[in-house]
């Protein structure tokens, strides 16, 4: 697998494992998702790899992949894209507004 690979691995891992604590995995979520919008990563990215995470995971475990496998990675892995793109998104709303408040500023010394 690649690093990558192992990354994100190692990331969702982190969030089953913390689970029932949303107040630990939030956050760092929330962080993640804001360095993905910097990474140049868009909506859409999250579809394509979730889509490969359960490709690779049924190639991987062939019969060990039960349905309730299946749902049970495909619950985890949205809440962890929702909150990773909801994060994304509220950080480009802040600089769009810090930008025009910044062109606002420019106006009115100008
Ligand atoms: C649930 C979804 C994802 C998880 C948990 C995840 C996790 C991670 C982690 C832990 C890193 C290490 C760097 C850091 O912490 O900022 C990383 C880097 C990165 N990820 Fe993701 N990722 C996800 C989705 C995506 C998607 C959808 C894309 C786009 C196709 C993507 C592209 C990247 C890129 C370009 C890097 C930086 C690579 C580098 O410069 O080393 N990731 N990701």
Redesign the pocket.
């Known amino acids: 697998m690649t690093?990558?690979g192992q990354?994100?691995?190692?990331?969702?891992g982190v969030?089953v494992a913390n689970l029932t604590k949303p107040d630990v995995v939030l956050p760092a979520?929330k962080?993640?998702g804001a360095?993905?919008a910097g990474?140049?990563?868009?909506e859409a990215?999250?579809?394509?790899?979730?889509a490969a995470?359960l490709w690779t995971l049924e190639r991987g475990l062939g019969d060990s992949f039960t349905n309730e496998l299946r749902q049970a990675w495909t619950a985890v892995?949205t809440l962890?894209?929702d909150a990773?793109k909801t994060a994304a998104k509220e950080q480009q709303e802040t600089q769009t507004s810090l930008a025009n408040q910044a062109s606002g500023l420019e106006r009115n010394t100008a």
Do not use: E, P
């Open positions: 690093q990558q990354k994100l691995m190692t990331m969702l969030a979520l962080q993640l360095r993905h990474y140049g990563v868009r990215h999250y579809v394509t790899v979730g995470l892995y962890v894209a990773m």
